[in-house]
C-alpha cells in the first residue's frame, strides 16, 4: 500500500533512529535519512522544539542524540507502523 512516497511519521521515525544509535551531525542526518537541507531544517526544527532531538556537543559541528521523551516516541511510532507492514529503518 506504499506509494513511494514516505509520511511525515516514517521521516521522523528515521530521524530518531539515527540519532539514537549515535550521536550525529546535521549533515550525518540528512544523508542517512535521505533529505534535502530544506527538509532537514523543518525536521530538525520541529523535533528540537517538541524535546524529542536534543544538542549533546556544541563543538563544530554540532551533534544532536534522541531525548528520552524522543525514544517513547521513536517506540510508539513503531508500534504503530509494524501492525501496518510499513518499513520500520533499521
Known amino acids: 500500500m506504499e506509494n513511494g512516497r514516505r509520511s511525515n511519521i ?8 539515527a540519532c ?3 550521536d550525529t551531525g546535521r549533515t550525518g542526518i ?5 533529505l534535502s537541507h530544506a527538509q532537514l531544517q523543518k525536521y530538525m526544527s520541529f523535533l528540537e522544539v517538541r524535546g524529542f532531538l536534543e544538542t549533546v556537543d556544541h563543538s563544530s559541528p554540532v551533534k544532536y542524540t534522541t531525548t528520552v521523551k524522543g525514544g517513547k516516541l521513536l517506540r510508539d511510532i513503531e508500534k504503530i507502523l ?5 518499513e ?3
Open 88 to 90: 520500520i529503518p533499521t
Open 82 to 86: 509494524e501492525p501496518l507492514g510499513l
Open 10 to 17: 516514517q521521516i521522523i521515525d528515521e530521524m530518531l533512529m
Open 20 to 22: 539514537a544509535k549515535a
Open 30 to 34: 540528512m544523508y542517512r535519512v535521505n
